[in-house]
């Protein structure tokens, strides 16, 4: 099981420091970047699993008309912080506890920038497919083996020593390496310094994943091979239940 100390920077962190978005960012995020209309959602229960501050669950509750949603998160401040937050909203459940043992149904649920912090994610993933409806889906993004996150973990292994607040001060300083993609630029220096902490800080667990190492784990999780879309490097869809059926037998159009 893993236990509160695992996840003690996180309950800091997204708590006692501010993250920004606009409804337009997390429509981008939570709606076109996974391929769904924003009506999608519509009358489903809906599951945000590792969710933080809860952040994605106000967007969600804000964007789609969801019959239910169904918040997990493990590091007891972020969750409590949610209760609190969340308290006079009938339609959000938050459990605080592990992504590998909680029970829930739901029929769409998202994992977002997560998997790679859970000590066990074969069991988490397995987990997660266990509580979604039949057909039920789940959007996943993965941190990847890069160029990039090789050169800066060697940086990680020291940072990761500081005490929290003085590699907080010196955030700013890491900052710039997350604005330079399209999501650091949409969302600005603020939340660039605090994915600069997130990065570099010591949370116990940080993997980086390859693309077959997803796909297998997929597969160990019982999810169809045809149930697989990949959305963007790192970003997956996946739905539970009968895949489509295919073959290899060569077809052919036009002229003999
Ligand atoms: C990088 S944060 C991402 C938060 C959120 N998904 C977001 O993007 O705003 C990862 C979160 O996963 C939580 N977490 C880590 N291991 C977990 C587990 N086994 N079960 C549930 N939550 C977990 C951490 O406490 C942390 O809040």
Redesign the pocket.
């Known amino acids: 099981m ?1 236990t509160q100390r ?2 003690e920077s ?2 800091w962190q ?1 708590t006692k420091q501010t ?1 920004v978005d606009s409804k337009k960012t997390f429509h981008r995020r939570l709606f076109k970047d996974c391929g769904i209309w924003c009506d999608y959602l519509n009358g489903k229960v809906i599951a ?6 809860g ?2 669950v106000w967007a969600l509750n804000e964007l789609a008309n969801a019959k239910k949603i169904i918040s ?4 007891k401040d ?1 969750a409590d912080y949610q209760s609190e937050k969340f308290s006079s909203n009938q339609k959000i459940e938050v459990i605080q ?4 043992e ?1 029970e829930f149904k739901a029929d769409f649920i ?5 998997i790679q ?3 066990d994610a074969e069991a ?1 993933l397995q987990n997660i497919v266990k509580n979604m409806n039949d057909r039920g889906e789940l959007v996943i993004s993965f941190y990847m083996v890069t160029i990039a996150t090789t050169l800066l973990e060697p940086i990680r292994f020291i940072l990761k020593r500081l005490p929290k607040r003085i590699l907080w001060l010196i955030s700013p300083l890491l900052a710039p390496i997350f604005v330079i993609n399209r999501n650091g630029l949409e969302m600005g220096f603020k939340n660039a310094r605090h994915t600069a902490y ?1 990065w570099f800080w010591s ?1 116990e ?1 940080q993997r980086y994943f390859t693309e077959s190492e997803i796909l297998t784990l997929f597969e160990e999780a019982g999810i169809n091979e045809t149930n697989i879309i990949r959305l963007q490097k790192g970003l997956y869809k996946v739905r539970k239940g009968e895949g489509a059926n295919v073959d290899d037998v060569i077809h052919s159009f036009g002229a003999e």
């Open positions: 893993q695992t996840v996180f309950g997204w993250v945000d699993i590792c969710s933080g501050n952040r994605h997990v998160e493990l590091a972020a506890g592990d992504a590998k909680v998202y994992m977002l920038g997560a912090h859970v000590s988490a997130d949370h667990y």
